[in-house]
């Protein structure tokens, strides 16, 4: 039945003349797509601006109040201050990349259990990020994972609150994010360094370097490019810090990034007008930051 | 020299076993928890193993008082739509714009790049207006609209991978008299196939991990898929940390069977995702 069909429809398409199919095909193959981009991707942005203007909160009709709610953002250290806690995040990068870079390195060249290690590092990257929450609930609590492991080492006296400290909560949540996202960049440069092909290693080994002249005359210049975009992804990734600060704390503390303030502008307290122009903030800072990505891949070329 | 090399040894897996552990910890002490009873869990260490490896009782909880199959049930009709439904998207899409120069084609393959640079994170504020008023809040087709609309990286990696499949290979098949239908069908989605292996993962990695669509989206009870079910353990099992270890453990465990088994498929399509 479905064969018969298929004839059916092949006969009647097939015998169009290809300018009429392909002109049918465009516009078959894009309307579905287009409708949804434009709806979901491009629609929302366009309506946020808007929204930035006005003092509506979802229900009762809007009022344009101009350049009010950018003020208030910048004026009042409630919303603008919570950027500071991106800082943390973004320290973080540096260490997360750093780690996935010396990993990747090592595990380029000759080391037992190299399956073993590589899965190890990586698998964190794949949890649910409610899981990965979860998971360092338990292990920040008192007497928890982090404090059992420290008294097995003999490091007891330093166990702290690891989240109750609000000069600590943050640098804790930090690391979260690099245990849960070191994976993925060390399996990207550990892609990126294996098509270093082999023959560049063993001239230079003819010419005396060691391993440290290699990683940094061969690997490093061959993966510049992957780095710089690497780095990129993790800090834009870093402004827009939310799942494991409101999984593990709601953003209480002192915890709360800039998203979760967002969200709890818009949601909770129904200031949409005020959440929008906070997104537009957000996203303006996104795209310097992708804007510079881009010049320094046209520059690296 | 020798010592030296031998230390550079030394410290290579010593630094290796150090990471290895870092990973291995939290996830092993929420291993062993699980098995736990009530008053084992508060009177034990969080690294000590427990007395029982057969003690399935909060695994038993976690599942029916923590309602995951609901979640399972939702997490897999989504994640087989999305994925299903972003791979034809974007295969058509990259068919249409590799193969067909037409007026705007530019300006489309611009749009679709453009959307890429938008954190989908930041436009929720006013995505959540357009979804309440198309009548999708608290429906399931919430989630798979966000997923097929807005994470457009499939069509890049069905674009760059259209590079590969000969123009020629078409130009025969018309020869034949195949229409651009069955060129597609026939001809272009086959070939495809590594390419939509690494679609299907970016794509169910990100779908069975995402959390906030669904919480913000469909918070009715019987829509929360795993991430948002998993999120309600703090309430109601407040102390009962054996419980909701055993919750955390449902969750990973498909996660770890899809890596063990598809290893190769994962770190493959990771990297040739990210090389734009």
Same mark, same amino acid.
Request: net charge positive.
């Given at each position: 039945?479905?064969?018969?069909?298929?004839?059916?429809? /092949?006969?009647?398409?097939?015998?169009?003349?290809?300018?009429?199919?392909?002109?049918?095909?465009?516009?078959?193959?894009?309307?579905?797509?287009?409708?949804?981009?434009?709806?979901?991707?491009?629609?929302?942005?366009?309506?946020?601006?808007?929204?930035?203007?006005?003092?509506?909160?979802?229900?009762?009709?809007?009022?344009?109040?101009?350049?009010?709610?950018?003020?208030?953002?910048?004026?009042?250290?409630?919303?603008?201050?919570?950027?500071?806690?991106?800082?943390?995040?973004?320290?973080?990068?540096?260490?997360?990349?750093?780690?996935?870079?010396?990993?990747?390195?090592?595990?380029?060249?000759?080391? /037992?259990?190299?399956?073993?290690? /590589?899965?190890?590092?990586?698998?964190?990257?794949?949890?649910?990020?409610?899981?990965?929450?979860?998971?360092?609930?338990?292990?920040?609590?008192?007497?928890?994972?982090?404090?059992?492991?420290? %008294?097995?080492?003999?490091?007891?006296?330093?166990?702290?609150?690891?989240?109750?400290?609000? /000069?600590?909560?943050?640098?804790?949540?930090?690391?979260?994010?690099?245990?849960?996202?070191?994976?993925?960049?060390?399996?990207?440069?550990?892609?990126?360094?294996?098509?270093?092909?082999?023959?560049?290693?063993?001239?230079?080994?003819?010419?005396?370097?060691?391993?440290? %002249?290699?990683?940094?005359?061969?690997?490093?210049?061959?993966?510049?490019?992957?780095?710089?975009?690497?780095?990129?992804?993790?800090?834009?990734?870093?402004?827009?810090?939310?799942?494991?600060?409101?999984?593990?704390?709601?953003?209480?503390?002192?915890?709360?990034?800039?998203?979760?303030?967002?969200?709890?502008?818009?949601?909770?307290?129904?200031?949409?007008?005020?959440?929008?122009?906070?997104?537009?903030?957000?996203?303006?800072?996104?795209?310097?930051?992708?804007?510079?990505?881009?010049?320094?891949?046209?520059?690296?070329? | 020299?020798?010592?030296?090399?031998?230390?550079?040894?030394?410290?290579?897996?010593?630094?290796?076993?150090?990471?290895?552990?870092?990973?291995?910890?939290?996830?092993?002490?929420?291993?062993?928890?699980?098995?736990?009873?009530?008053?084992?869990?508060?009177?034990?260490?969080? !690294?000590?193993?427990?007395?029982?490896?057969?003690?399935?009782?909060?695994?038993?909880?976690?599942?029916?008082?923590?309602?995951?199959?609901?979640?399972?049930?939702?997490?897999?009709? #989504?994640?087989?739509?999305?994925?299903?439904?972003?791979?034809? #998207?974007?295969?058509?899409?990259?068919?249409?714009?590799?193969?067909?120069?037409?007026?705007?084609?530019?300006?489309? !393959?611009?749009?679709?790049?453009?959307?890429?640079?938008?954190?989908?994170?930041?436009?929720?504020?006013?995505?959540?207006?357009?979804?309440?008023?198309?009548?999708?809040?608290?429906?399931?087709?919430?989630?798979? @609209?966000?997923?097929?609309?807005?994470?457009?990286?499939? @069509?890049?990696?069905?674009?760059?991978?259209?590079?590969?499949?000969?123009?020629?290979?078409?130009?025969?098949?018309?020869?034949?008299?195949?229409?651009? !239908?069955?060129?597609?069908?026939? #001809?272009?989605?086959?070939?495809?196939?590594?390419?939509?292996?690494?679609?299907?993962?970016?794509?169910?990695?990100?779908?069975?991990?995402?959390?906030?669509?669904?919480? !913000?989206?469909?918070?009715?009870?019987?829509?929360?898929? #795993?991430?948002?079910?998993?999120?309600?353990?703090?309430?109601?099992?407040?102390?009962?940390?054996?419980?909701?270890?055993?919750?955390?453990?449902?969750?990973?465990?498909?996660?770890?069977?899809?890596?063990?088994?598809?290893?190769?498929?994962?770190?493959?399509?990771?990297?040739?995702?990210?090389?734009?």
């Amino acid at each position: 039945m479905s064969k018969l069909k298929e004839i059916i429809s /092949k006969m009647s398409f097939s015998n169009i003349s290809y300018k009429a199919q392909r002109n049918i095909i465009i516009i078959a193959f894009l309307a579905v797509p287009m409708t949804l981009l434009a709806t979901f991707a491009f629609l929302p942005v366009i309506n946020m601006f808007w929204y930035s203007f006005t003092d509506w909160n979802g229900y009762s009709k809007m009022n344009f109040v101009g350049l009010d709610n950018y003020k208030t953002i910048f004026s009042n250290p409630e919303y603008f201050s919570v950027f500071r806690v991106s800082l943390y995040y973004f320290f973080a990068t540096f260490v997360q990349l750093g780690i996935a870079l010396y990993f990747a390195t090592i595990l380029s060249f000759e080391v /037992k259990f190299k399956n073993f290690f /590589k899965g190890v590092l990586f698998f964190p990257y794949l949890l649910n990020g409610v899981a990965i929450g979860l998971m360092f609930l338990l292990f920040f609590r008192a007497d928890g994972t982090l404090d059992t492991v420290l %008294h097995a080492i003999g490091l007891g006296d330093y166990t702290q609150m690891w989240l109750g400290n609000p /000069k600590l909560i943050n640098i804790s949540l930090a690391g979260v994010s690099v245990w849960r996202y070191m994976g993925f960049n060390f399996i990207i440069f550990l892609g990126a360094i294996s098509s270093i092909p082999n023959e560049i290693y063993e001239a230079s080994e003819i010419d005396g370097a060691n391993r440290w %002249h290699q990683f940094i005359y061969i690997i490093l210049p061959s993966i510049k490019i992957i780095v710089s975009l690497n780095l990129i992804l993790a800090v834009s990734g870093s402004l827009s810090a939310f799942e494991i600060p409101f999984i593990m704390t709601g953003g209480a503390n002192g915890s709360a990034t800039f998203v979760i303030q967002t969200v709890n502008t818009a949601f909770r307290y129904g200031k949409i007008g005020l959440g929008s122009a906070m997104a537009v903030v957000l996203l303006f800072i996104v795209v310097v930051v992708t804007g510079i990505q881009r010049k320094f891949f046209s520059e690296g070329d | 020299m020798e010592t030296k090399k031998n230390l550079a040894i030394v410290v290579k897996y010593l630094t290796l076993i150090l990471g290895a552990a870092f990973a291995i910890i939290p996830i092993l002490a929420i291993f062993f928890a699980s098995f736990k009873t009530g008053t084992e869990y508060g009177s034990t260490g969080a !690294l000590t193993m427990p007395e029982n490896w057969l003690n399935f009782e909060n695994y038993r909880r976690a599942f029916s008082e923590g309602n995951m199959m609901v979640g399972f049930k939702n997490t897999v009709i #989504i994640l087989i739509i999305s994925v299903i439904g972003t791979t034809l #998207i974007g295969s058509m899409v990259a068919f249409v714009l590799h193969r067909f120069t037409f007026k705007g084609s530019k300006y489309i !393959l611009g749009a679709f790049l453009l959307a890429t640079l938008i954190p989908a994170v930041t436009t929720q504020v006013a995505t959540f207006q357009i979804i309440h008023r198309l009548g999708l809040f608290n429906t399931i087709f919430a989630a798979i @609209v966000l997923y097929l609309g807005t994470d457009i990286i499939a @069509v890049y990696i069905f674009l760059q991978f259209m590079d590969s499949i000969s123009v020629s290979l078409d130009e025969s098949a018309m020869l034949d008299g195949a229409s651009y !239908l069955t060129i597609y069908r026939k #001809i272009v989605l086959p070939l495809l196939k590594p390419a939509i292996v690494t679609v299907f993962i970016i794509k169910g990695v990100n779908v069975y991990n995402d959390f906030y669509t669904p919480f !913000l989206y469909m918070p009715k009870t019987d829509l929360q898929v #795993i991430s948002t079910s998993l999120f309600k353990f703090q309430g109601p099992f407040g102390a009962e940390w054996q419980v909701i270890t055993a919750g955390v453990m449902i969750a990973i465990i498909p996660t770890l069977i899809a890596f063990i088994f598809l290893q190769k498929y994962i770190y493959n399509g990771l990297t040739n995702g990210s090389v734009k």
